[in-house]
């Protein structure tokens, strides 16, 4: 098991970072909670990690904070989960707005999330209320402006320079509709926002923290 990676950041987008360590480049997939906690390449970062062997597929999810880390590992445990839907749920409430969602039994926060059903919402309350008590000491005052979300079209994200391009690429990333992204950026954008401004007010519009 690889707990814990410190390295180079040597590339970032959204949804993976690239770590050099000991002569190795690690590609490690993040959530936006993490991306946006990045340092700047050639910095020296410290990444969380959990490691999936598959049959067909070995990948490397890194967090920037342990509590991050830890849910991940409890929310993969829940049936119908696997690590990308858990890395998603991270990646639209970060950890403490889940656990906030998780103790007031808020199913209608977790639904808006892309790959969330009604029933997988259920299961998640009741099989995460007596777990989250594992995470005991670790939480921390949570940010009323820390929606952020992820996805998995590096590409597409990275190969454009217009911020609402970019901000409607990782919305439809992580699971929204087409329409849905650019009717969501549409009511939020101003003038001169950067892509991640635009990110996190469209999540914040369409999953108002609980």
């Not at 590339?11 to 490690?28: M, R, T």
């Not at 909670?33 to 049959?55: M, Q």
């Not at 839907?85 to 103790?103: K, P, T, Y």
């Not at 952020?148 to 690429?169: C, L, T, Y």
Request: aromatic share 6%; net charge negative; hydrophobic share 45%.
């Amino acid at each position: 098991m690889i707990g814990r990676i410190r390295g180079i950041l040597i590339e970032k987008s959204p949804a993976q970072a690239l770590v050099e360590c000991a002569g190795l480049g690690y590609e490690v997939d993040i959530p936006y909670t993490t991306f946006f906690n990045l340092p700047e390449t050639g910095d020296e970062l410290v990444l969380h990690t959990h490691f999936v062997v598959r049959e067909d597929a070995q990948s490397l999810y890194g967090f920037s904070s342990r509590l991050d880390r830890d849910l991940f590992r409890l929310l993969i445990k829940v049936n119908g989960v696997g690590p990308k839907l858990a890395a998603g749920i991270l990646s639209g409430l970060d950890a403490n707005q889940f656990i906030r969602c998780v103790e007031a039994r808020d199913a209608n926060a977790l639904v808006k999330l892309p790959g969330v059903g009604k029933k997988t919402a259920e299961r998640l309350l009741i099989e995460m209320t007596d777990r989250i008590g594992q995470l005991e000491g670790q939480f921390t005052p949570a940010s009323p402006n820390a929606t952020v979300i992820s996805g998995s079209a590096n590409a597409g994200i990275a190969a454009s320079h217009d911020p609402r391009e970019e901000a409607e690429a990782a919305l439809i990333a992580l699971g929204y509709k087409p329409q849905e992204a650019s009717k969501a950026i549409s009511k939020v954008a101003e003038e001169n926002m950067s892509s991640q401004e635009l990110i996190r007010l469209a999540l914040r519009a369409m999953i108002p923290a609980s």
